[in-house]
């Protein structure tokens, strides 16, 4: 039994290199990452001495030890520019920045949403996708210009998770809002011509979903404490 059980033992040593060497030179075509090109007989030389050092050092923990470092040998050794190459077919996560931002209707409205993953002041009251726009004077009525409003909105856009100012002017503000795997979300702000409402749209670039209404919800009521509120209970 003792022989029978060393001949396995010599046996499976002898063999699971080549099995688990193949296997590393597998990992980077699922994975994804470029693995280094070795000749036949660096692969067989290779081979030879991880069976060697597993026969002298014995034990199913030595293999499993050999078995890891042979596995992580293509992520170690692969290029990250390489690795990027590979997976240019998917985009870039940010994507491209959309056409029709800005004030439409003679800087009355913004532009419409164009896909589910939106919402905006412009859209139907009765659509899935419309939220009510700001008042941004106290109830009751108040003095605060356009200008120290845009001051106090842009002060609090600043302050959202992964949000960057692109275009604020006295009525207009645009910024972007990078969220999870890198995406970008683009959020809009018009200041109405009534002197006293803002419109707002927020889009996603990408098909997947987005919270738009919670980060709405977190910038009004940031806002809040300095008299904004919606208009409206809807």
Request: aromatic share 8%.
């Amino acid at each position: 039994a003792a022989i029978a059980r060393t001949y396995k033992e010599v046996m499976l040593d002898s063999i699971f290199p080549s099995r688990w060497l193949l296997l590393a030179a597998a990992i980077p075509a699922v994975s994804g990452f470029a693995a280094p090109s070795l000749p036949c007989g660096a692969v067989r030389s290779q081979s030879a001495s991880v069976s060697l050092r597993m026969q002298s050092e014995g034990g199913e923990a030595s293999r499993r030890g050999f078995v890891a470092g042979l596995l992580a040998l293509p992520l170690a050794v692969a290029l990250p520019n390489e690795a990027s190459a590979q997976f240019e077919f998917l985009g870039d996560p940010r994507g491209e920045r959309p056409g029709g931002l800005g004030p439409a209707a003679g800087g009355r409205f913004l532009s419409l949403c164009s896909s589910e993953n939106c919402v905006a002041t412009s859209e139907d009251v009765y659509s899935k996708r419309y939220l009510p726009p700001w008042a941004y004077n106290p109830e009751g009525g108040g003095t605060k210009t356009t200008a120290e409003a845009m001051a106090e909105l842009a002060a609090v856009v600043k302050t959202q998770p992964g949000a960057k100012i692109i275009t604020q002017n006295d009525k207009y503000l645009y910024a972007e809002f990078e969220r999870e795997l890198g995406l970008v979300d683009d959020v809009e702000f018009l200041f109405a011509p009534d002197g006293q409402t803002v419109e707002y749209r927020s889009a996603a670039r990408k098909k997947k979903k987005s919270d738009h209404r919670a980060r709405i919800r977190a910038i009004r009521l940031a806002l809040a404490p300095k008299g904004w509120k919606s208009v409206g209970y809807r």
